[in-house]
Nanobody, 117 residues
Framework: QVQLVESGGGLVQAGGSLRLSCAASGSISSINTMGWYRQAPGTQRELVATITRGDRTTYADSVKGRFTISRDNAKATVYLQMNSLKPEDTAVYYC???????????WGQGTRVTVSS
């Protein structure tokens, strides 16, 4: 099993920055891709960014140029640096990791990000 603990959410004004962290524990040697998703009220959960074990990244078009995903494999932690935040970035942000032994992967509990205008 893998346990995920997220941190770093909060309230920020538009144009501000936040850094999210997600620390994994348990069977961390089995972790492949790590990523961040978000879900705003009344919407479906959507992909924000992913990063492979080899540091290959993908981003949603809506966050390209503003958000940066990174990972520290030694610490089994994935980060999301969010700059130039907009009110439409307001959502609960979830960390997800893909592992070799579980098709659905593992999700964190979510951390709330609120961007005021």
């Amino acid at each position: 099993q893998v346990q995920l603990v997220e941190s770093g959410g909060g309230l920020v004004q538009a144009g501000g920055s936040l850094r999210l962290s997600c620390a994994a524990s348990g069977s961390i040697s089995s972790i492949n891709t790590m990523g961040w998703y978000r879900q705003a009220p009344g919407t479906q959960r959507e992909l924000v960014a992913t990063i492979t074990r080899g540091d290959r990244t993908t981003y949603a078009d809506s966050v390209k140029g503003r958000f940066t995903i990174s990972r520290d494999n030694a610490k089994a932690t994935v980060y999301l640096q969010m700059n130039s935040l907009k009110p439409e970035d307001t959502a609960v942000y979830y960390c997800k990791v893909d592992v070799s032994f579980r098709a659905l992967g593992y999700w964190g509990q979510g951390t709330r990000v609120t961007v005021s205008s």
